[in-house]
């Protein structure tokens, strides 16, 4: 399934969700009376799309879209976008945004945090005026998160593994494909992922999922593994890890999961679960020898991937907000 023919919908979904301010579910801690509490005031770059991450994360999807497929024929009008992204991605709107970061250490970490990263890493790849313009001034975001992290990572002495956004490996995976950090912090990342994961197995995938997930706890873990461990020792912590892979044995994390009510915001996490599944089956593929396990994880991508898709546009913000930047990730893997 080709990103080319979603490039212009998902666009349109990704410019008005950056410039809705409300509804608006501000992760604010008030402190004073005297706060001005309006999103576009607390955030002036990030004020849309629901929340914070959501809103960082569709910065990064219309980004992707205009280095993808800007002036094709899928994409061709790019002015209203390339506009959008130069109002708010501003040196006066980041620095803002990267103050407000390290005044609230705890705030959108590590999830938020990945999202800045790969927006940034991503304005970088699109290049030419607009990305460098982008880049230069998304960097003190950057170095605050680059910061935070390295505070952070020596406290941090046991992953979070649920299938939401304070999963440790999923942000942290983000985090090393973005290539944003600086050496110290990258190896601090990649040592500590090993740390909490090098010695795992028989991952209780029974257990999945949970009725909120929009990860797979063992996926994510297993994608985050894949990034850090040498290539040819991958396969068998995989095994390990997974053994129903090899057996053919049932393994939940393959499903596709039922989502009853696709309206409720935390039943509908589910749709997105199918297509971060998707996301990191491919990876994981991509990662293993040509047999059965490997076309295994492929047949699964796929059928996820198939059921997700259809949810992206429904005109209800509970997905419209969030929803699309996990089909690219799914339809556009990570060079």
């Known amino acids: 399934m080709p990103l080319t023919e979603y ?19 501000p992760a604010h801690l008030i402190s004073s009376a005297d706060e001005g509490l309006r999103p576009r005031t607390l955030h002036p770059a ?11 994360h569709m910065h990064w999807l ?10 094709t024929p899928a994409l061709p009008d790019t002015a209203p976008l390339v506009e959008a992204l130069d109002r708010h991605l501003t040196p006066e709107h980041i620095a803002t945004e990267a103050a407000y970061l390290l005044d609230r250490p705890s705030f959108e970490r590590p999830y938020g945090w990945a999202w800045l990263l790969g927006l940034t890493a991503e304005c970088r790849a699109y290049g030419g005026a607009a990305g460098a313009r982008w880049t230069e001034a998304l960097a003190p975001g950057a170095a605050a998160v680059d910061r935070l992290l390295a505070g952070w990572l020596p406290k941090a002495t046991y992953p979070v593994r649920h299938g939401n956004h304070p999963n440790s490996a999923f942000a942290l995976g983000v985090a090393l494909d973005s290539g944003e950090l600086t050496p110290g912090t990258d190896r ?16 209780p995938a029974h257990w999945e999922p949970s009725g909120q997930d929009f990860l797979s706890p ?65 990876s994981l593929a991509g990662a293993l020898p040509d047999g059965p396990v490997r ?26 907000h969030w929803l699309a930047t996990f089909a690219v990730l799914a339809l556009d893997p990570a060079e």
């Open 188 to 203: 601090a990342v990649r040592e500590r992922l090993l740390a909490w994961f090098a010695d795992d197995h028989d991952a």
């Open 46 to 56: 990030f004020y849309g799309a629901y929340d914070w991450h959501s809103a960082v």
């Open 218 to 282: 063992a996926l994510s873990e297993a994608d985050a593994v894949r990034r850090v461990l040498a290539a040819d020792r991958f396969p068998q912590w995989l095994d390990r890890f997974l053994p129903a892979l090899r057996t053919g044995a049932p393994c939940p994390p393959l499903d596709v999961p039922v989502v009853s009510d696709h309206a409720d915001p935390q039943i509908g996490h589910l749709l997105g679960l199918a297509l971060s599944r998707a996301a990191a089956l491919r």
């Open 62 to 71: 219309l980004v992707r879209l205009l280095r993808r497929h800007g002036g």
């Open 295 to 320: 076309d295994r994880l492929t047949a699964a991508a796929e059928a996820q991937l198939a059921a997700g898709l259809p949810a992206v546009e429904r005109g209800d913000f509970t997905t419209d």
């Open 7 to 25: 490039a212009a919908p998902f666009a349109r979904l990704a410019l008005t969700n950056i410039t809705r301010e409300y509804p608006n579910f």
